[in-house]
């Protein structure tokens, strides 16, 4: 089993949508889980860095930890054409590497 | 501007050549991260440092790879006797020590060997 598992997608939504991106991970021992954008031929940024299980908002981005069922999602409000990215899930292990998803690709629909 | 900075942006070379890449961290930075990334994955790590230090390297990276951060400031990541197989978006992160967590990544260099 992979450390981090994510759907790559397609996903397609209409504009105004709320979208809602999820990874699951292997090691209950994970405690730090992030969220990265990535537009095409582009390095990734960093969207949400969160610790602990709970939610962390940061204007229409909303990260979800349950470490209960090793699940960590990521909700988008009004979505908007320029949020078409691919979104990677990573988490850091206890080397203090940062292991990633494969990434979803989004499509916001004008 | 203050991000990590990476160059060239592309590179193309034939199979059988050495290749260099640089990255400029955000300054007050102390690790230095450097990750491969292909068409469909997520980034995969290769190597880290700790201000001069190299701290760590992956299976993934071979003999042929070797990674330099003289001065603990900027990088460079040497690829020799390049293969199609290393072609190949190569990212470079930065974080402070205190926020490990916290990687900013630069553009990326990408990576084509004929």
């Known amino acids: 089993q992979k450390e981090v598992e994510q759907d790559p997608g397609p996903l397609s939504v209409p504009e105004g949508a709320i979208v809602s991106l999820n990874c699951t991970y292997s090691?209950?021992?994970?405690?730090?889980f992030m969220w990265y954008r990535q537009y095409s031929r582009k390095g990734p940024e960093l969207l949400m860095y969160?610790?602990?299980?709970g939610n962390k908002e940061d204007g229409r981005f909303t990260a979800q930890v349950d470490k209960s069922s090793k699940y960590i999602s990521l909700f988008i409000r009004d979505s908007q054409p320029s949020d078409s990215a691919t979104y990677l899930c990573?988490?850091?292990?206890?080397?203090?590497?940062?292991?990633f998803g494969k990434g979803t690709r989004l499509h916001i629909l004008p | 501007d203050t991000g990590v900075s990476q160059n060239p942006r592309h590179k193309i070379t034939k199979r059988g050549q050495n290749v260099t890449f640089r990255c400029d961290p955000i300054?007050?930075?102390?690790?230095l991260y450097w990750y491969r990334q292909t068409l469909g994955q997520g980034p995969e790590f290769l190597t880290y440092?700790?201000?001069?230090?190299?701290?760590?390297k992956s299976r993934l990276l071979s003999d042929r790879f070797s990674a330099e951060r003289p001065k603990g400031s900027f990088s460079t990541l040497e690829i020799q006797r390049t293969e199609q197989g290393d072609s190949a978006m190569y990212l470079c992160?930065?974080?402070?020590?205190?926020?490990?967590?916290?990687?900013?990544f630069g553009p990326g260099t990408r990576l084509t060997v004929t």
């Open positions: 992160a930065s974080s402070p020590l205190a926020g490990v967590g916290e990687q900013y």
């Open positions: 090691n209950s021992a994970f405690q730090y």
């Open positions: 969160t610790y602990s299980s």
């Open positions: 990573a988490i850091l292990n206890r080397d203090d590497k940062i292991i």
């Open positions: 300054s007050e930075h102390n690790r």
């Open positions: 440092f700790q201000n001069e230090a190299q701290l760590e």
